[in-house]
């Protein structure tokens, strides 16, 4: 029996890799079999972790996880003993014996590594302070079904160095398009995330220019809301409004994560406009995570 395979950052992938989870997703979207199985889940239970609460990601894995013909085992963090301090690796043995995979939704990303270490079963990066894998995955496959060239193509980043800007970074390494981001001083991605294909520059117009996909996200994430009205004043310019996509490629596509904060990173007029594939994005993390549950999964 081989070493269990995990998926807690883009990196855990390659580029072939990335490359035929796109073109997978792609299928079950379009309901083509393909070469699989119709249930590759069947029989099989996948557990679904979440400390911090959501919206996209456990509708999306929840709902994926049944169309593949399996069943979501939902745990709200505060029910499980790990809140009332049983050890990680405890509960990731445990849960091991009784868990084909286990979706994870949590601040600290080391909490992710430890639970890899001690699982048996394979452990996915739901989100994570430090990267947010699965939501990129999507993005690469909203802009793959375009058109964009995810292998070559100019993209931005506008705002904070944030787990999602982390994870742009790895795709940007693994792919090998041009990334550059705009972001204040202080609110730069950690010195551990660097790639020779990404920059960072303070001047949103600079990393707008010629660029094919323009992405952002809120200025204050979950867990740093008593930030919020200091970075109001860091990130002001830091909007991505119709200003900005004159300096873009023609046409710019427009990405955000969501929930947005509209008037604030982005503007209701440009998450609204015909250059926005936000809600395509929403729509594409239940394909791409389908994909992946079917590639980390397979017999």
């Known amino acids: 029996m081989g070493k269990t395979r995990h998926f807690l950052r883009l990196s855990d992938f390659s580029r072939d890799e990335v490359l035929s989870l796109i073109h997978?997703?792609?299928?079950?979207?379009?309901?083509?079999?393909?070469?699989?199985?119709?249930?590759?889940?069947?029989?099989?239970?996948?557990?679904?972790?979440?400390?911090?609460p959501s919206t996209r990601t456990r509708v999306s894995f929840q709902v994926g996880i049944a169309q593949l013909g399996g069943?979501?085992?939902?745990?709200?963090?505060?029910?499980?003993?790990?809140?009332?301090?049983?050890?990680?690796?405890?509960?990731?043995?445990v849960l091991s014996r009784y868990l084909d995979a286990i979706v994870i939704r949590t601040f600290g990303h080391a909490i992710l590594e430890e639970f890899a270490t001690w699982s048996s079963v394979p452990v996915i990066n739901a989100l994570s302070d430090s990267h947010h894998p699965c939501q990129?995955?999507?993005?690469?496959?909203?802009?793959h079904e375009v058109g964009i060239d995810v292998s070559n193509m100019n993209a931005a980043w506008v705002g904070d160095g944030n787990n999602m800007a982390s994870s742009w970074i790895d795709a940007a390494s693994i792919m090998g398009f041009n990334l550059t981001l705009a972001c204040p001083e202080g609110y730069e991605p950690a010195p551990g995330f660097a790639?020779?294909?990404?920059?960072?520059?303070?001047?949103?117009?600079?990393?707008?220019?010629?660029?094919?996909?323009?992405?952002?996200?809120?200025?204050?994430?979950?867990?740093?809301?008593?930030?919020?009205?200091?970075?109001q004043g860091a990130f002001e310019?830091?909007?991505?409004?119709?200003?900005?996509?004159?300096?873009?490629?023609?046409?710019?596509?427009?990405?955000?994560?969501?929930?947005?904060?509209?008037?604030?990173?982005?503007?209701?007029?440009?998450?609204e406009s015909p250059n926005s594939l936000v809600w395509e994005q929403a729509e594409n993390r239940l394909h791409i995570q389908k994909a992946i549950l079917e590639m980390l999964l397979k017999d």
Not at 28 to 42: D, H, I, T, V, Y
Not at 237 to 257: E, K, M, R
Not at 265 to 271: G, M, N
């Open 237 to 271: 310019g830091y909007q991505v409004n119709s200003a900005l996509l004159t300096f873009a490629h023609d046409p710019v596509y427009i990405l955000h994560c969501l929930p947005a904060h509209r008037g604030e990173e982005i503007t209701d007029e440009v998450i």
């Open 71 to 93: 069943y979501a085992v939902y745990l709200n963090w505060r029910d499980i003993q790990i809140r009332r301090g049983e050890p990680i690796r405890d509960t990731a043995r």
């Open 136 to 143: 990129v995955l999507g993005d690469l496959l909203t802009l």
């Open 24 to 52: 997978r997703a792609g299928q079950m979207k379009r309901g083509l079999q393909g070469l699989g199985p119709a249930k590759p889940l069947e029989g099989r239970s996948v557990g679904m972790i979440f400390e911090k």
């Open 195 to 231: 790639s020779d294909r990404a920059r960072v520059v303070r001047d949103p117009a600079e990393a707008a220019e010629a660029a094919d996909v323009i992405s952002t996200d809120v200025w204050a994430s979950m867990g740093q809301e008593a930030e919020a009205e200091a970075r």
